[in-house]
């Protein structure tokens, strides 16, 4: 006959084989988050940047030797950057446009840093299909505008580097930087 004790246990204990379900149903449950963790911890790693890329995130330019009316090329984050300065003609003549009768609206000052007209530093990619328009090299063509020339589908860039004939929807862009003196920037 069985005791008070045994008959409350076996009130209030699920029989012997539902035990053993909802014991597997738990075990499976806390490997399979187990598992989950391990998968992802590698996917967040590998989404980390390596020390390499972020050693490209951000780069120092000098520019002391670039004269007025030249330009320098540098790479950054494996796309090219035009680092341009630009003679008092070239400012001037960026000033004088109508920036109401351009295609994206921008002054020279909105496109550089103040007090630092004469440096335009913008990326080197066609705004159309990403050509890399010529213009900052020595001797290159820069187009009826006297900026930058894509050959690809003959866009034209001013001397602010802004779109002023062609398919090129918008002027070239112009990456973060700051200037850490008069002739150095960092860009990223
Ligand atoms: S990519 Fe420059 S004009 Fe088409």
């Known amino acids: 006959m069985a005791s008070d004790t045994q008959r409350v246990q076996a009130a209030v204990l699920p029989p012997e084989g539902e035990r053993r ?27 980390n940047p390596s020390a390499d890329v972020l050693a490209l995130a951000a780069i120092d330019v000098d520019l002391a030797s670039v004269q007025p009316g030249q330009a320098i090329k540098v790479s950054w984050r494996g796309k090219p950057v035009f680092a341009r300065r630009l003679t008092a003609d070239e400012i001037s003549a960026a000033n004088k446009v109508d ?17 630092k007209a004469e440096w335009l530093i913008t990326l080197g990619v066609c705004t159309h299909l990403g050509c890399v328009p010529l213009g900052a090299g020595t001797g290159e063509v820069r187009g009826d505008f006297g900026g930058y020339f894509c ?4 866009s034209h860039y001013d001397t602010a580097a802004r ?15 700051v200037f850490k003196s008069d002739t150095s920037v960092t860009i990223g």
């Open 163 to 177: 779109v002023r004939k062609g398919p090129a929807p918008r002027n070239l862009e112009v990456p973060q930087y």
């Open 151 to 154: 050959p690809c589908h003959g």
């Open 99 to 115: 920036v109401a009768s351009l295609r994206d609206p921008q002054t020279l000052a909105d496109r550089t840093k103040p007090g």
């Open 21 to 47: 379900r909802d014991f597997l149903y738990i075990a499976t449950g806390a490997f399979a988050a187990v598992g989950a963790g391990a998968v992802v911890w590698p996917m967040i790693n590998q989404m």
